[in-house]
C-alpha cells in the first residue's frame, strides 16, 4: 500500500467515526457557502435586495416550509425526527404574517413559485411518504442557517427595507439567549438521533442535495 492511498483511507476512517452532527458541519459547510453567496442570496448580502424580490423569496421559501413542517407534524414520533423536532423553530406562520404585511392578501396568487422550490417541495412530500428519516437533512440545513446566518439576514433586511417587527417575523427566535438555547437543544438532538453509518451517510448526502437545491433555487430568483 502507498503512503497517499494509506493517508486517504485514514482520512476516510477519519470521517466515519465522526457523529452524525460532526459529519454534517463538516460535509456541508462548502456548500452552505455556496449558498450564502449564490443569487439573491449575494444581491441580499450586498444590500441590493427591495420590497418585491423579498417577498419572491419569503413565497419561495414558503413552499419549502410548508412541506417540511407538514412532514416534520405527520412523523413527529419518528426515531430520527423526534430529537430535533422544536416547535419554536416552525417558520411557516412567520413566513404568512410577514408576505401578508408586505405584499397583502394576495401573495399566494400574486407570486410564483419557481421550478426549483416546487422540484424541492416534491422531494420533501417524496420523502414524507418513503423515508421520513431523512428530513432531519432538511431540518439541518434550514432551521440551524435561520437560527444563525439568519440573524445577519435580518439586520441587513431591516435597514435595507426600513422594517421593524411587522414584516421580520421570519426571522425572529426572542432573545440572544433564547436563539442560543435552540441552537443548543437542536446540536443536543442531533447527537441523539440514533444512526449507524450508514443512515449518517445517508442524511449527510441528503442535506449536500438540499443545499444544491438551496443554490439552484436562490439563481432562478435573482434571474
Same mark, same amino acid.
Given at each position: 500500500?502507498?503512503?497517499?492511498?494509506?493517508?486517504?483511507?485514514?482520512?476516510?476512517?477519519?470521517?466515519?467515526?465522526?457523529?452524525?452532527?460532526?459529519?454534517?458541519?463538516?460535509?456541508?459547510?462548502?456548500?452552505?457557502?455556496?449558498?450564502? #453567496?449564490?443569487?439573491?442570496?449575494?444581491?441580499?448580502?450586498?444590500?441590493? %435586495?427591495?420590497?418585491?424580490?423579498?417577498?419572491?423569496?419569503?413565497?419561495?421559501?414558503?413552499?419549502?416550509?410548508?412541506?417540511?413542517?407538514?412532514?416534520?407534524?405527520?412523523?413527529?414520533?419518528?426515531?430520527?425526527?423526534?430529537?430535533?423536532?422544536?416547535?419554536?423553530? /416552525?417558520?411557516?406562520?412567520?413566513?404568512?404574517?410577514?408576505?401578508?404585511?408586505?405584499?397583502?392578501?394576495?401573495?399566494?396568487?400574486?407570486?410564483? %413559485?419557481?421550478?426549483?422550490?416546487?422540484?424541492?417541495?416534491?422531494?420533501?412530500?417524496?420523502?414524507?411518504?418513503?423515508?421520513?428519516?431523512?428530513?432531519?437533512? #432538511?431540518?439541518?440545513?434550514?432551521?440551524?442557517?435561520?437560527?444563525?446566518?439568519?440573524?445577519?439576514?435580518?439586520?441587513?433586511?431591516?435597514?435595507?427595507?426600513?422594517?421593524?417587527?411587522?414584516?421580520?417575523? /421570519?426571522?425572529? /427566535?426572542?432573545?440572544?439567549?433564547?436563539?442560543?438555547?435552540?441552537?443548543?437543544? /437542536?446540536?443536543?438532538?442531533?447527537?441523539?438521533?440514533?444512526?449507524?453509518?450508514?443512515?449518517?451517510?445517508? %442524511?449527510?448526502?441528503?442535506?449536500?442535495?438540499?443545499?444544491?437545491?438551496?443554490?439552484?433555487?436562490?439563481?432562478?430568483?435573482?434571474?
Amino acid at each position: 500500500m502507498t503512503q497517499s492511498s494509506s493517508s486517504e483511507g485514514d482520512g476516510q476512517s477519519d470521517a466515519a467515526r465522526l457523529g452524525l452532527r460532526a459529519r454534517l458541519k463538516l460535509d456541508t459547510r462548502d456548500l452552505h457557502r455556496q449558498a450564502q #453567496h449564490s443569487g439573491i442570496m449575494r444581491a441580499l448580502l450586498l444590500g441590493r %435586495i427591495g420590497r418585491a424580490s423579498y417577498c419572491t423569496l419569503l413565497r419561495n421559501l414558503h413552499a419549502i416550509y410548508a412541506g417540511l413542517e407538514t412532514a416534520l407534524e405527520a412523523h413527529h414520533a419518528h426515531p430520527s425526527l423526534e430529537p430535533i423536532l422544536f416547535r419554536a423553530l /416552525f417558520r411557516l406562520g412567520h413566513i404568512e404574517s410577514d408576505l401578508g404585511y408586505l405584499h397583502g392578501s394576495g401573495w399566494t396568487q400574486d407570486i410564483a %413559485i419557481k421550478p426549483a422550490a416546487a422540484a424541492y417541495r416534491e422531494r420533501l412530500d417524496q420523502l414524507s411518504s418513503s423515508n421520513p428519516g431523512l428530513l432531519v437533512a #432538511h431540518a439541518y440545513v434550514r432551521y440551524l442557517s435561520d437560527l444563525t446566518d439568519g440573524q445577519i439576514v435580518y439586520q441587513l433586511i431591516a435597514e435595507r427595507l426600513g422594517l421593524s417587527d411587522p414584516g421580520l417575523r /421570519f426571522y425572529q /427566535f426572542g432573545s440572544t439567549e433564547d436563539i442560543d438555547l435552540l441552537v443548543a437543544q /437542536f446540536r443536543a438532538g442531533l447527537d441523539a438521533i440514533p444512526a449507524d453509518a450508514g443512515t449518517v451517510d445517508a %442524511i449527510v448526502g441528503e442535506a449536500q442535495q438540499a443545499l444544491r437545491r438551496h443554490v439552484e433555487l436562490y439563481e432562478q430568483l435573482a434571474r
